[in-house]
């Protein structure tokens, strides 16, 4: 049934459907895409065709330069479980803290055997059907120009390249993030139900692709308080559906006995240390995205500030919700925020277009709007490519690693060694669970984490704490050590203890990986980031 009450918060001059509802278009827009409209359509096909190949490109030019980071090595790993494969079920267990959406679809070419480069193909296919969706949500909230140009935007953002570049859970939690907000603007629209129930059940595949989607309700709140006139009982239907999304999930974790897992992984989320400072946003991500960007949005909600309505209250909404979360939740994660990116691509394309609908005077000099808005366009487009091209480049020249944003140098080949050159049934120890995730993907055998806390409010509850070193290594439970520079710089504290026990049980070093580092007088020298020592009782 469509809602026939005015929207609160809709532009002057709003027209109202013969069905009672409210399409929100002022007669601005009208006129704007009655013109966008006699465009041949085919156009607009090959610009986004074009578009596509752009988003692309980034996303899988050299994409096996670099081995898997951590928790790329997890989600793999576990979809090769789900997937049957014997050699990685000792490892990684199927249930372990997240929801299991995209590993589930990734189990299914593992069937066929397990390939890095699959993963991150399918994590790929997710960010240019992404950058698709972010021209569906500009065409709908403005016009077909604006689309376009937010869509041109993702293509090239070295934040959503980066992301989408890895086996990461992020960049399928943007894409139904983003196709929630897709039916969010077609409701706002049309006034149609079906595109709000479709937009909780949108918001059902986001948590199961990660959990932490289900913060975007806070948006989704903040627009039907502030915009949606829905009823109750509409309110209440979508919620249904949005259960029944979801609920395969708890039901199986119930079913397979692994209830307990989850709600020690709570406990630890909720006690969980602070692992940056309260600024890494504001210097990380920004860069990320774009200063450009940034503030071609800006520019964007300054210029239709005196027709504020329904479209941007749901994209300030959808932007500020995670970041403020984030910013007030101890653990930030680099690849955290990407959902806000695409609301943010969709105001900088209105912003660049918005820019062509005037004219501006530049010391006495008459410049064109259209001049304007090119020029800023092609600003935009740059600085994005060169910024993209270089952050995938392969950084084999760093001895230090943030989580979420790339490969590790020197871990595959690692774990490929310790697969061929130590024996089944080896034992290692690493300075922390990452590398030992790493380890255990590449090389097969079972690894721990040093820095592993033996208190269970402060750990991941899918690791397993060694209480006792010593005496592992005294028994001849744990042969070989495995120290590395990027954990290491994390946790001086556990690095010279770790290099304290290959010190005092005879560690050999056995295998080593280097990257090398230009030197101020302008030489190269190879610094170790993986070390590999063999001890013995």
Do not use: C
């Not at 859970?169 to 969010?184: E, K, R, W, Y």
């Not at 590449?442 to 690894?447: E, I, K, L, V």
């Amino acid at each position: 049934m469509v809602s026939r009450a005015p929207v609160r918060g809709g532009r002057a001059g709003d027209i109202v459907s013969s069905k009672g509802g409210s399409d929100l278009l002022s007669a601005s827009d009208v006129r704007s895409r009655e013109v966008t409209s006699k465009q041949p359509r085919w156009t607009t096909f090959l610009t986004l065709v074009a578009v596509g190949i752009v988003a692309a490109i980034p996303r899988v030019w050299n994409l096996m330069a670099l081995g898997f980071n951590s928790d790329e090595a997890v989600y793999a790993g576990q979809a090769a479980s789900i997937a049957g494969d014997p050699t990685y079920l000792p490892y990684f267990p199927i249930f372990r803290a997240h929801p299991l959406l995209f590993q589930t679809m990734l189990s299914i070419p593992y069937q066929w055997g397990v390939s890095p480069l699959v993963g991150r193909l399918l994590s790929a296919a997710f960010g240019v059907a992404t950058v698709w969706l972010v021209y569906l949500i500009g065409k709908t909230l403005y016009q077909r120009q604006v689309g376009l140009v937010a869509a041109l935007i993702v293509a090239l953002m070295p934040y959503h390249v980066v992301v989408t570049r890895q086996v990461l859970l992020d960049g399928p939690l943007t894409f139904f993030s983003a196709l929630s907000l897709f039916f969010l603007a077609k409701f706002g629209q049309t006034r149609a139900l079906p595109w709000f129930y479709a937009a909780f059940g949108a918001m059902g595949l986001t948590v199961l692709a990660k959990e932490t989607g289900i913060i975007m309700f806070g948006a989704i709140y903040i627009f039907i308080a502030l915009v949606g006139n829905v009823r109750l009982r509409h309110i209440f239907a979508a919620a249904v559906l949005f259960i029944l999304v979801i609920l395969p999930y708890p039901l199986s974790i119930k079913f397979s006995g692994h209830s307990s897992t989850g709600a020690q992984f709570l406990s630890w989320q909720l006690f969980r240390r602070a692992n940056h400072a309260w600024t890494f946003y504001f210097t990380e991500v920004p860069v990320a995205v774009g200063i450009l960007v940034l503030i071609a949005a800006a520019i964007g909600l300054y210029l239709v500030r005196k027709r504020w309505s329904w479209r941007e209250t749901l994209l300030v909404s959808w932007i500020a919700v995670p970041f403020v979360f984030f910013e007030l939740w101890p653990v930030k994660g680099f690849q955290y925020l990407l959902p806000l990116a695409m609301p943010l691509a969709v105001l900088a394309g209105l912003g660049v277009v918005e820019l062509s609908k005037r004219d501006y005077s530049v010391r006495g000099h008459r410049v064109s709007g259209e001049v304007a808005s090119w020029i800023a366009l092609a600003l935009v487009v740059t600085t994005l490519a060169l910024t993209t091209h270089s952050r995938i480049q392969p950084n084999r020249q760093s001895t230090e690693f943030l989580a979420g944003s790339g490969g590790l140098p020197g871990g595959k080949q690692a774990g490929e060694w310790v697969a061929a050159n130590t024996p089944v049934g080896s034992e290692l120890l690493a300075l922390g669970p990452s590398m030992a995730n790493i380890i255990q993907f590449y090389g097969n055998r079972r690894a721990y984490g040093l820095s592993v806390s033996p208190n269970p409010l402060h750990r991941n509850p899918v690791y397993d704490p060694i209480h006792n070193p010593d005496l592992w290594i005294r028994s001849n439970d744990l042969q070989y050590i495995v120290w590395d520079s990027f954990s290491a710089g994390r946790s001086p504290f556990f690095s010279e203890r770790l290099l304290r026990y290959a010190e005092r049980y005879n560690g050999r070093i056995v295998h080593s990986e280097f990257v090398e580092l230009p030197t101020s007088s302008g030489e190269v020298i190879q610094k170790p980031v993986i070390v590999i020592y063999e001890v013995r009782p």
